[in-house]
Each structure stands twice: as C-alpha cells, then as structure tokens.
C-alpha cells in the first residue's frame, strides 16, 4: 500500500449476494431488497453504486447500501 491510499477496511470490500445480505441483516427481506433494486433508478439506489451485476448475478456493497439508506433518511453518509 503507498503512502496516498488509505487502509481499507472489510466493510469497505464486502460484497454480498442478497441471500447473503439479508442473512446478515435480518431486518431485510429478499424480496423487499429485490423490490429496492427493481425501482432503483426512481430511488437513487443506482447513483449510490451500492448494486454490482456480473452478469446474472447482483451484489449488493453493504458499505454503499447503509450509506444511501442514511442519505434517504436524511442522515449525512
């Protein structure tokens, strides 16, 4: 690492499949999150870059996600 970059941290890296995001946070539903990434681009969950596709399959970066969740709530991220 040099000496600009700042250390990340695990939540900073942490990608999720929304199986396994929803089982880390039980307070989401599979299909409540699958609702939220269907109309993200009227809720501005795509600005937030907080979803990843690789093809078929969508990520969810949990730092992201709870940085737009607080925005939305008008919460500073």
């Known amino acids: 690492m040099n000496e600009n970059q700042a250390p990340c941290t695990q939540a900073e890296n942490t990608l999720l499949t929304v199986k396994q995001f929803c089982q880390r946070q039980p307070a989401f539903t599979i299909q409540g999150i699958y609702t939220l990434i269907f109309n993200e681009a009227k809720n501005g969950l795509k600005e937030s870059g907080a979803i990843l596709r690789i ?23």
């Open 55 to 77: 093809g078929r399959k969508v990520l969810i970066d949990e730092a992201k996600f709870f940085a737009w969740v607080r925005k939305i709530n008008g919460q500073a991220a």
